[in-house]
Each structure stands twice: as structure tokens, then as C-alpha cells.
């Protein structure tokens, strides 16, 4: 019999094969010895000393399915290397390109003043009234229609993203390891895309957590946009160098950002981040709700059971 735990954070109902049996744990708790002989760990908001602790208390598991598109945490759990690892890459493409149309429509359209202005009772006649067409001289980053946009992680979620951006005017390029056509859109590689950056009205940042992505949005890349331009960071906090965002937003070198997720989780109350006029943050919240779990988990565990390859299988680094 082939045991596969199931967390308790999100309603699942897999139908499985004969032979599979499912049992659902506290993601909060010890799994408890009856269940230690599990093969198959599903998680999902598994605090990471938890995580850490099934890694060492589960002697039998040889498969760990994560919910999550960005499998950092997991990899990040000593679980051993013969156990694979599947990402739920695909789950969060349709709330993750959502959230990131929110933050580049609301900078664009300044919806931060906005409410500020509100919060003070004040009709703003600068936020509201005639405005500077856009693209024109001075008119800076106040529509989608016609903007540069270059999407750095060009994988699932930005396939999602990159049509929305297109149908309201924007021109999608593409940054990932290799260069080429991906689902119907240029892809450079980063050395090609710094010659664009200079050229670029935003630039967003879908990019997983890993040693190669460790803060490669960088003072040098940041310095190579246009004042007017706007940066968006939907992937992971660790691939931003957070000072030097602090500072080409605070000397205006910058007009603005967005993040959804930072190099600490949550940002310390002490963070300066909290105090920049210009940046908007929501706090990781674009994905946080996996779209189709338990179809990817009938595949994955039906595949499993028969030995054959799981999908999203993450390749480990070394
Ligand atoms: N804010 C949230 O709530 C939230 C929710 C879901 C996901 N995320 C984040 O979004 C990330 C992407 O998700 P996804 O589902 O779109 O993953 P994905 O399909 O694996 O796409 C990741 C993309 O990043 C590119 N990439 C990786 N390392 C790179 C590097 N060093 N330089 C250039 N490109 C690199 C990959 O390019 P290649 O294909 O060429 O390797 C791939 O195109 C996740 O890993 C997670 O960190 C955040």
C-alpha cells in the first residue's frame, strides 16, 4: 500500500488508485508516528522547521509534491536527494498574472496617491483631470498602450501574463536562461536584454528563488531603466538587491515599484521599504490559492503508483 499525505491547509480530493492510501496531517504539527512510513508528501503553508522535521522523521518518503509554483522551500528542507521533488508550477499562473496587472495598473494609473488623497478627503485636480497623452514627452509611465515591457522568468506565469499585457497595447519580451520563441513571444537572455533595459517602461520580475537568481535585479540593472520607468517583482524577494531598489527610488532614479514579495518574509515594520511613497507592496499575495490541485495530484500520484515520470519534476542544482 502507498501511503501519501495530504496537508490540512487546503481542501483536496484526489481520486486515487487502488493501492494508494491518503491520510491528511497538520502542517503545523509533528506527523504523527502512525504516519511516518509515508511515501509521498503533499505540502503546502508548511512552516519550514516543520518541513525540516518530515525530512528527517519520514525514513520511507521518495516522492514531495509541493503546491507551490517556487519550490525553494522545499529544497531548502534536507530532504534527502533521492526523494524527488514536483513543483505545482501551473497552479498560480492565473492569480499571479492577475495580481501583477493589479500592481502595473495601479502604478500606472496611481491608484497609491490616489488613496491617499482619498484617506485626506481630497479631490486631486494633479492625480485627476487633463493628463499628458500617453508616450509623449513627460507623460511617464501612465498606460500599458504601447509600453516596453520586459518580463525577466519568462515560464508559466508569464505565458499567462504576456497575452493581457498585449491585448491592452504592450510590447512582451521575454528574459530567461536560454533565448528563443516561447509561447509565441521573444526570449533573450540577459546579456541581450541589457542593451534593451535603457529602452524598457517596465520591467517585471517573475524569477524563482535560486543561487544563480540571488539578486541579480541589481543596482547596474536598475540604473540601466529609464527614470520613468516602473519595476514590478512578483517571483521571489531574494532575487532583488533591496538597497539598491531603496535607492533609486528614493533619488527618483526610479519612478516607481511593486513588490509582492521581499528579501524577508514579512518585511520587518523597521524595513525602510514601508516609507517609499513609490512603492507599492502587497504582502506575497499574488498566488496563495493553487488553481486545479487535485488534478495535478491525481496525475502526479497516479504516475507514482505506476513508476512513471511525475510531472513538474524539479531538476536540483549540483
Ligand atoms: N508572488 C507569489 O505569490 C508567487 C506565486 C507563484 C510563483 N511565484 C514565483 O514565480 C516563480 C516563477 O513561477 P513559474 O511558475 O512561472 O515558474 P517557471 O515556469 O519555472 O518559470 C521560471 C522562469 O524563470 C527562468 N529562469 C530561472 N532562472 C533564471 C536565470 N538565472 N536567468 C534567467 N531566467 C531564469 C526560467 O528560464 P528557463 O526556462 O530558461 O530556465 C523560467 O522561464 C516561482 O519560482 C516563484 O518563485 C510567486
Redesign the pocket.
Known amino acids: 500500500m502507498t501511503l501519501v499525505l495530504l496537508p490540512d491547509t487546503i481542501p483536496l480530493d484526489p481520486r486515487v488508485p487502488e493501492g494508494v492510501h491518503t491520510a491528511i496531517y497538520d502542517v503545523r504539527a509533528r506527523i504523527p508516528a502512525d504516519l511516518r512510513d509515508a511515501d509521498a508528501l503533499v505540502v503546502w503553508g508548511n512552516p519550514a522547521d516543520r518541513l525540516a522535521e518530515a525530512a528527517r522523521d519520514l525514513p520511507e518518503l521518495r516522492w514531495v509534491q509541493s503546491l507551490?509554483?517556487?519550490?525553494?522551500s522545499v529544497l531548502a528542507a534536507g530532504f534527502d536527494p533521492a526523494v524527488v521533488v514536483t513543483?505545482?508550477?501551473?497552479?498560480?499562473?492565473g492569480?499571479?498574472a492577475e495580481?501583477t496587472l493589479a500592481l502595473l495598473l495601479a502604478l500606472a494609473r496611481r491608484l497609491p496617491d490616489a488613496v491617499r488623497a482619498q484617506q485626506r478627503r481630497e479631490w486631486s485636480t494633479e492625480i485627476g483631470g487633463l493628463q499628458p497623452i500617453p508616450g509623449s514627452d513627460g507623460a511617464g509611465f501612465r498606460s500599458l498602450s504601447g509600453a516596453r515591457v520586459l518580463i525577466?522568468?519568462?515560464?508559466?506565469?508569464?505565458?499567462r501574463l504576456a497575452p493581457a499585457l498585449t491585448l491592452l497595447g504592450a510590447q512582451v519580451v521575454?528574459?530567461?536562461?536560454?533565448a528563443g520563441q516561447?509561447a509565441g513571444y521573444p526570449?533573450v537572455?540577459?546579456d541581450e536584454a541589457r542593451d534593451l533595459l535603457p529602452r524598457t517602461d517596465v520591467l517585471i520580475d517573475?524569477?524563482?528563488?535560486?543561487a544563480?537568481?540571488r539578486r541579480?535585479v541589481d543596482d547596474g540593472i536598475l540604473r540601466r531603466l529609464p527614470a520613468h520607468a516602473v519595476f514590478v517583482?512578483?517571483?521571489?524577494g531574494s532575487?532583488v538587491d533591496e538597497g539598491a531598489l531603496l535607492h533609486v527610488l528614493q533619488e527618483g532614479r526610479l519612478a516607481g515599484a511593486a513588490v509582492?514579495?521581499t528579501a524577508t518574509e514579512p518585511l520587518p515594520p523597521d524595513s525602510p521599504l514601508w516609507d517609499l511613497p513609490n512603492l507599492l507592496i502587497t504582502p506575497?499575495?499574488?498566488?496563495?490559492r493553487p488553481v486545479g490541485a487535485d488534478t495535478l495530484l491525481v496525475d502526479n500520484i497516479g504516475a507514482f503508483h505506476t513508476g512513471e515520470p511525475l510531472r513538474n519534476t524539479v531538476v536540483r542544482p549540483g
Open positions: 507551490a509554483a517556487g519550490p525553494d513543483s505545482g508550477r501551473g497552479l498560480h499562473d492569480p499571479v495580481h525577466w522568468g519568462f515560464g508559466s506565469i508569464a505565458a521575454g528574459i530567461a536562461s536560454t516561447r526570449v537572455t540577459i517573475i524569477l524563482p528563488a535560486t544563480a537568481t541579480i517583482n512578483v517571483g521571489r532575487t509582492d514579495v506575497h499575495a499574488a498566488g496563495g
